[in-house]
């Protein structure tokens, strides 16, 4: 079993920054492709970036692409989505999400992620 935990939400205001941080336990944490999606009200979760197991890939969705940057520490076992230029577009509740696999980073956009945080909130204002 693995718990996805994700923390660093909050409020800020718009052209600001926040970094989230997704602590990963339970199992190893290499070997797992790692990404963030977003839910904002009365709207579908949405595919924000991710990462491959390696760290050699990332993908990005285009509203987030310059501003957005994913990373992470494995021997930390730690995942991080820093966000700068922040938008009021970009208040959602933010989820961790991994799925066991060695492929590129978009394999978390054309798979189902094998495990999901509980989500953290982030409020970008006017």
């Known amino acids: 079993q693995v718990q996805l935990v994700e923390s660093g939400g909050g409020l800020v205001q718009a052209g600001g920054s926040l970094r989230l941080s997704c602590t990963v336990s339970?199992?190893?944490?290499?070997?797992?492709?790692l990404g963030w999606f977003r839910q904002a009200p009365g709207k579908e979760r949405e595919f924000v970036a991710a990462i491959s197991a390696s760290g050699a890939s990332t993908y990005y969705e285009d509203s987030v692409k310059g501003r957005f940057t994913i990373s992470r520490d494995d021997a930390k076992s730690t995942l991080y989505l820093r966000m700068n230029s922040l938008k009021p577009e970009d208040t959602a509740t933010y989820y961790c999400a991994a799925r066991r696999s060695a492929q590129p980073a978009t394999v978390l956009v054309t798979h189902i992620p094998d495990y999901w945080g509980q989500g953290t909130q982030v409020t970008v204002s006017s």
């Open positions: 339970g199992r190893t944490f290499s070997g797992y492709a």
